[in-house]
């Protein structure tokens, strides 16, 4: 079952808490990365974390590899492989 | 025991979105034209390897999920752990990077309008698809 909201669960609170940190040290030609409190997807085995910019016009790879570096960080910082971070979960 | 026909379907699939893309980039190469459907190529090149994944993974005897198709997020771990074995370490690491990219790249293209999809993308995700295409082909 889809989970969309508010970070309740203390796991996904450590996440995103973890996640912000990470993205504090990401800065990149004048584009900052972000997560929202509700920015994630809980699929129950399996985490969707969303990052967006804060403004247009990022270029899309550099996007990508943002993320995929976050993601890579992430999994080891909090020891879970079962998690991804991405631009949009579709519904 | 695969069934023949769900493969070959998802092959078809693959086939389709892979002239799609092709179409929709036009001729590689040529400078002087203005690529308008790059962000499509994205979605249609990714497209393209999902289902040839999934005829692979059908092909190997991996069983899908009960709703049928593997979820995108978690394409590239199950192609890594179900076909490390009979493609190599090497390749299946590969593989999990190109899809688990190419997905995110797909992502940008369709669900952020403000993001900027070039023509570099548009090339890195027809390469990606065609290096999915060429290590899980069996002809």
């Known amino acids: 079952m889809l989970k969309v909201g ?9 996440m995103i808490a973890t996640l912000r940190e990470l993205l504090k040290k990401q800065s990149q030609n004048g584009v900052t990365l972000s ?5 994630y997807v809980d699929e129950g085995s399996w985490i969707y974390l969303i990052v967006k910019p804060d403004k247009p ?4 790879y550099e996007y990508v590899e943002r993320l995929n570096d976050l993601e890579a960080e992430l999994r080891t910082m909090v020891g879970d492989n079962n998690l ?4 949009a979960v579709p519904d | 025991m ?3 026909r769900l493969t070959t379907a998802w092959r078809d699939m693959a086939q389709d979105n892979c002239a799609t893309a092709g179409a929709l980039y036009g001729i590689p190469g040529r400078h002087d034209v203005d ?3 790059l962000r499509s190529v994205v979605s249609r090149a990714y497209y393209a390897a999902y289902a040839m994944i999934h005829a692979r993974l059908l092909e190997s005897g991996v069983t899908p999920p009960s709703r049928g198709n593997f979820s995108h997020a978690k394409l590239p771990v199950v192609l890594y752990h179900s076909l490390e074995g009979d493609l190599g370490g090497a390749i299946a690491a590969t593989l999990w990077h190109v899809v688990d990219t190419l997905y995110k790249l ?4 369709d669900y952020d309008p403000l993001a900027v999809v070039d023509d ?3 090339r890195m995700c027809l390469a990606h698809k065609s290096r999915v295409f060429k290590e899980l082909k069996r002809c």
């Open chain 1, 6 to 14: 508010v970070a309740a669960n203390t796991k996904i609170v450590r």
């Open chain 1, 35 to 39: 997560v929202a409190d509700d920015g």
């Open chain 1, 57 to 60: 016009g990022i270029r899309a």
């Open chain 1, 84 to 87: 991804t971070v991405v631009p």
């Open chain 2, 2 to 4: 695969p069934d023949e």
């Open chain 2, 35 to 37: 690529r308008e459907h």
């Open chain 2, 106 to 109: 797909r992502l940008v293209a």
């Open chain 2, 120 to 122: 570099g993308d548009a």
